[in-house]
């Protein structure tokens, strides 16, 4: 992982890794692969972004993978899940 996002070495157990790690553990349900995959997950805010996206799809009973929830700006994001729920409202 570090390979992939040496900046993951910097951030702090207690205050960064630790709470995201915990959150992604308890509300997100992640799995190891995924964080191998996308380590940068890390070094997004769990309050300001994280958090607030995961909510919204929770809310809304969708799925996405971190990446693509993640590293996008948030009118990207808006309009993937409005995509996502004009598919699900058709029936897709």
Do not use: C, W
Request: net charge positive; no cysteine.
């Amino acid at each position: 992982m570090a390979v992939r996002a040496p900046g993951i070495l910097t951030l702090s157990m207690d205050r960064n890794l630790g709470p995201k790690l915990d959150y992604s553990v308890r509300e997100i349900k992640g799995d190891l692969e995924e964080f191998k995959k996308f380590p940068q997950f890390f070094s997004f805010s769990l309050e300001r972004k994280i958090k607030p996206r995961h909510r919204m799809l929770v809310e809304y009973g969708l799925k996405m993978p971190l990446s693509r929830m993640l590293k996008v700006n948030e009118g990207e994001f808006n309009a993937r899940l409005f995509e996502m729920l004009l598919r699900m409202v058709e029936g897709r």
